[in-house]
């Protein structure tokens, strides 16, 4: 057995630690330089690491823990008032992006270019499908960095980060539908409503379980923690495997459940630090391993730098006018479409997918994983930006303001409580908690 993913985990977290306070430095998100870190290290630079399948596994338990948390710490009650306008931004951010990739292949995509086997129309359309999906995480993770989560914006990206995903499901179904007359549209979209039938009763009845295990045990809360995350690892390997929704879908709705519990302060506390050392991190990273520079012409050259400009601008425009449409500010409405823009893992699969299904020809690959890339790298700093005003230009000062916020709420939450051992719980909350080094202060 080699232990060589030891060195592979240390280089990873030294790079996003190092390139992280760089970006920091230059006031933009430490995500940028976790993203950073693995395009250096990967095959578009130094290629230090070789075998990346355990980094891949590492990185798929840290975006699951990463979207648990963010459900644990969204405002049900705010998410509730957006349901209806996250629905209208989620399918404007849809169309207009669809439509937007879909000219931009016309434009470019000729009989002779390509080497795929489904038409050039059906191709055409494959390339506006990639362009719809959403990576929330680098969203969540950038908002959480600024204390900006719970706001009105941030509750609308997330419900419609949620119904952004389910779209982009349909719409890969019907594209890949008909290339593979094997996929049946019918039982794609009865399998996403069961997935929410399913979802909402498994939540009630873990939710009244977990109440009755609150009143029977108030001394040890480490038991909660394993049982929260058992149940958010089924509810996630349940929407992937039996309905062919996201992972990442599920483990939101399953921390949106446990945010409704006494005890969500301490898990998400629990979690914050497990994701800060280890998981965010690698998981970032990644993304930028997973990018190597493809054999370019001055025809996809061209290609690539007006995907990138349509990959930006389309979301900013779609899901920010379907913000104004919901009587969002101005402000708000740019945030909301600056929050959609990055593409990430997500728009990576799409496009593996269609092409492994010939409906994407392997000359676009390469300008479609440096949009993507291009997309997540950009996100951050333009969502930096759109959050900024004159009260508010140091970030990190307002991200460590809202972490003692949340300090002073897990306090209060288990200052009654105390463990097996006899020793206060809020010691245990405070140990266990992320800090924020001096030097990012």
């Known amino acids: 057995m080699s232990y060589k993913f030891l060195l592979d985990l240390a280089l990873i977290l030294l790079c996003t630690k190092i390139l992280g306070l760089v970006t920091r430095s230059f006031r933009m998100p430490q995500v940028v330089g976790a993203l950073l870190a693995g395009l250096v290290l990967g095959p578009a630079a130094l290629n230090m690491l070789n075998d990346v399948s355990f980094i891949d596994k590492v990185s798929e338990i840290g975006v699951i823990v990463l979207m648990f948390t963010a ?9 509730k008032k957006t349901g209806r306008a996250s629905f209208i931004i989620a399918l404007i951010g849809v169309l207009v992006p669809l439509a937007g990739g879909f000219l931009l292949a016309m434009a470019f995509n000729t009989e002779s270019l390509s080497d795929a086997n489904a038409s050039i129309l059906l191709q055409n359309i494959f390339i506006g499908v990639i362009l719809t999906a959403t990576s929330v995480s680098i969203t969540v993770e950038t908002l959480k960095e600024m204390g900006k989560l719970n706001t009105r914006a941030g509750n609308a990206i997330l419900g419609a980060a949620i119904i952004d995903d389910i779209l982009g499901i349909i719409a890969l179904t019907i594209i890949t539908s008909m290339a593979d007359p094997t996929v049946q549209i019918g039982i794609v979209l009865l399998k996403v409503l069961l997935f929410f039938v399913f979802a909402a009763v498994a939540g009630i009845l873990f939710y ?21 995350f058992v149940f958010c690892l089924l509810i996630s390997y349940c929407a992937e495997e039996f309905f062919g929704v ?29 994701s800060y050392t280890l998981l965010s991190p690698v998981f970032f990273a990644s993304i930028g391993l997973d990018v190597s520079m493809p054999e370019m012409t001055p025809h996809i050259i061209a290609f690539t730098i007006l995907l990138v400009v349509v990959a930006v601008i389309t979301k900013i425009v779609g899901c920010g006018l379907g ?6 500010s101005n402000r708000e409405s740019v945030q909301v479409g600056v929050g959609m823009v990055s593409r990430g893992e997500v728009a990576l699969i799409v496009a593996t997918k269609g092409a492994a299904l010939g409906l994407m020809s392997s000359v676009f690959m390469g300008p479609v994983i440096i949009a993507v890339v291009a ?4 996100a951050p700093i333009l969502l930096k930006i759109a959050f900024a005003n004159r009260k508010d230009r140091h970030a990190p000062e307002e991200a460590v303001q809202a ?11 288990v200052n009654s409580h105390h463990n097996e051992h006899g020793a206060p719980v809020e010691e245990e909350v405070n140990e266990s908690l992320p800090t924020v080094p001096d030097d990012e202060k």
């Open 208 to 228: 009244l379980f977990f109440k009755k295990l609150q009143a029977h045990y108030h001394r040890d809360m480490r038991r909660f923690v394993i049982l929260a």
């Open 323 to 328: 913000a104004k449409m919901c009587h969002f």
């Open 375 to 378: 997309s997540t790298i950009v």
């Open 246 to 274: 996201a992972d990442i879908t599920g483990a939101f709705i399953a921390g949106l459940i446990i945010s409704n519990t006494e005890r969500a302060p301490y898990i998400a506390s629990r979690f914050e630090t497990l």
């Open 403 to 413: 972490e003692s916020e949340l300090v002073k709420n897990y306090n209060i939450a």
């Open 71 to 79: 459900g644990m710490e969204t405002d049900i009650k705010e998410l």
